[in-house]
């Protein structure tokens, strides 16, 4: 009998929050409807006035029913009165409730949360904007996304236009750059490289003159590169020199495997597409094949080569995917397998 009392206690507790929700979303469309009209000015509309009157302002409309959504659902969130500091566990109390504005495809949603700021490790931190998966800056993924696909089409300047029409939000040109680079790390190589025409465009522009097909070549190799975290802000001591060179954090230097192809042109090269990841050998070869799947590398017009430091797997899965390529043992590997013989002998 007691637990019945209370389930339906809280029942009848959500119930008031979904009403209370519904009574704030019409109260937005009412403000919305009152901003719609105002952006139509002819007293009998045609329907593309009407639509495009519509469009200006969709993004108030989606925009703040979205913040209305996340407003109610993270109403225990919101009251959230202690954390724990992510870099040391340090429990500290919220400094109040912060709003912050993202934007998104629906348009610019805010959000109201607490923030902590833990003052040992000079870190603010809202724990709402992770359990709603907000990105740091303020276009979020769903836009960075958007940017990536736009920019791995079409020139700056379309993208930059399409981005802004599409999406109504402004983009410059180190936006653009910047978030299809952020997004780099969740999309796949088929997203970053050229259409086929372009790469064509190249091999054409090199073969000019010329009888023989031009060389292209695919090097694939792994490198390590430094990762930089977010949290990896602070000064460190140590002269400016010996700092630039010191590991910053356990693991800071991490294997990416990539591969590139270019062609080969006289005395210089000409870039054509290249994909390095922090991934696994499976990951480099499951991108290189479907690089080849989705023909953007016009084989038949070139002369492929394959320059890699001879390790065994390379040769095998690389013969799989361009039988026809020939292989080449870089120079500093030849050379470096050359001494090892030397030291056995
Ligand atoms: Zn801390």
New binding site residues.
């Given amino acids: 009998m007691g637990a019945a009392a209370i389930i339906s206690l809280a029942e009848a507790r959500a119930q008031k929050q979904r009403v209370e929700l519904r009574r704030q979303l019409h109260a937005q469309f009412d403000r919305w409807l009152e901003t719609l009209e105002e952006h139509m000015t002819e007293p009998k509309p045609t329907l593309e006035q009407l639509t495009h009157a519509v469009w200006e302002v969709r993004q108030e409309l989606t925009g703040s029913v979205t913040a209305a959504v996340v407003e109610q659902r993270s109403r225990p969130e919101q009251e959230q009165q202690h954390a724990s500091?992510p870099?040391?566990g340090?429990v500290v109390t919220a400094r109040g409730v912060v709003s912050r504005t993202v934007e998104t495809v629906v348009g610019a949603v805010e959000v109201s949360r607490p923030y902590f700021y833990?003052v040992?490790?000079r870190?603010g931190f809202a724990p709402l904007d992770s359990a709603l998966g907000l990105a740091p800056g303020r276009k979020q993924f769903d836009l960075q996304q958007a940017a990536a696909k736009l920019r791995a089409e079409v020139p700056y300047e379309t993208a930059q236009e399409l981005f802004r029409e599409l999406t109504g939000m402004p983009l410059s040109t180190a936006g653009l750059h910047e978030l299809s680079n952020a997004v780099a790390d969740g999309i796949g190589v088929l997203e970053v490289a050229p259409p086929r025409e372009e790469i064509t465009a190249k091999i054409t522009a090199v073969a000019e003159g010329r009888r023989w097909r031009p060389v292209m070549v695919l090097a694939i190799d792994g490198a390590d590169v430094p990762t930089r975290p977010e949290t990896a802000k602070s000064s460190r001591p140590g002269g400016k020199k010996v700092r630039a060179k010191r590991a910053r954090w356990q693991g800071q230097w991490r294997e990416a495997k990539g591969f590139r192809f270019y062609l080969v042109a006289e005395d210089r090269i000409v870039h054509l597409l290249s994909w390095h990841q922090i991934q696994s050998d499976e990951d480099l070869f499951a991108a290189l094949a479907q690089v080849k799947a989705a023909g953007v590398i016009p084989e038949e017009q070139v002369r492929l080569c394959v320059v890699a430091d001879g390790a065994k797997w390379i040769g095998s899965r690389v013969r799989m995917l361009f039988p026809t390529a020939a292989e080449i043992l870089d120079y500093y590997h030849c050379a470096e397998h050359l001494h090892q013989l030397a030291e056995v002998q």
Wanted: proline letters at 12%.
């Fill in positions: 500091c870099h040391c340090r833990c040992p490790c870190h």
